[in-house]
Nanobody
Framework: QVQLVESGGGSVQPGGSLRLSCAAS????????NDWYRQAPGKERELVAR???????NYADSVKGRFTVSRDNAKNTVYLQMNSLKPEDTAVYLC??????????????????WGQGTQVTVSS
């Protein structure tokens, strides 16, 4: 099994910055790609950024030029650097991972794992 734990959320004024982290833990697993999603009250969940295991990235148009996703494979951690934050960026940010892991029977399982989410609030 693989678990994801997000951190780094908080409250910031418009124009400020935050850095979110998503750390994966478990045994005998491989992360193929990570996504950052966000969900604001009353709105659908939105894909914000994606990074593959080899470092390819994609961003939602609404965050291009302001957000940067990166990863540290040695630490099994992915980051979302958010700059020039706007009130409309306020949401719960969730990390997920497309993983392969070995079971106790040495079976390979493909799974999509989600973190618990972290609140980001942008307000003056």
């Amino acid at each position: 099994q693989v678990q994801l734990v997000e951190s780094g959320g908080g409250s910031v004024q418009p124009g400020g910055s935050l850095r979110l982290s998503c750390a994966a833990s478990g045994t005998r697993f491989r992360i193929n790609a990570n996504d950052w999603y966000r969900q604001a009250p009353g709105k659908e969940r939105e894909l914000v950024a994606r990074i593959t295991n080899d470092g390819n990235t994609n961003y939602a148009d609404s965050v291009k030029g302001r957000f940067t996703v990166s990863r540290d494979n040695a630490k099994n951690t992915v980051y979302l650097q958010m700059n020039s934050l706007k009130p409309e960026d306020t949401a719960v940010y969730l990390c997920n991972a497309d993983v392969h892991y070995y079971t106790s029977r040495d079976e390979i399982v493909a799974a999509r794992v989600w973190g618990q989410g972290t609140q980001v609030t942008v307000s003056s």
